[in-house]
């Protein structure tokens, strides 16, 4: 069984975590929740391919983008975090997958969750 532990990403880090989290799993299978008072819980992606996670301090903004990597998924789709105040990432044994979660200005929280990759000859 796996240990899971959960921490916060100072302010300060966010750039350089998702410069990290993209140059790492770009290609990867994510599914991206939200969870938001205003419109429900839902599933944004399921199983799509990351094609990257940045913030951008000047419009206090992440994104999340997916697809746009071959023909299966020849457009990028992007959910986009407006003013986010928190950052907490689950840690995990690597073949199990990890995720982020991004809470906004509005309380509604992201799950961004990176699917494992498969194990070699595990196909």
Same mark, same amino acid.
């Given at each position: 069984?796996? &240990? ?54 000047? %419009? %206090? ?26 950052? &907490? ?35």
């Amino acid at each position: 069984m796996a &240990v899971q532990q959960r921490h916060e990403i100072p302010r300060e880090e966010w750039s350089g975590f998702f410069e990290g989290v993209t140059k790492e799993h770009a290609g990867q299978d994510v599914t991206i929740e939200v969870l938001a008072r205003e419109f429900g819980d839902g599933h944004e992606a399921r199983r799509l391919p990351l094609a990257y996670v940045e913030y951008d301090p000047k %419009d %206090d903004e992440i994104s999340v983008a997916v697809g746009g990597r071959d023909g299966r998924y020849p457009v990028v789709l992007r959910h986009a975090v407006h003013g986010p105040r928190r950052i &907490v990432s689950d840690s995990t044994a690597p073949l199990i997958g990890w995720a982020f979660d991004i809470v906004g200005d509005d309380d509604s929280l992201t799950i961004v969750t990176i699917l494992a990759r498969p194990e070699p000859g595990a196909e």
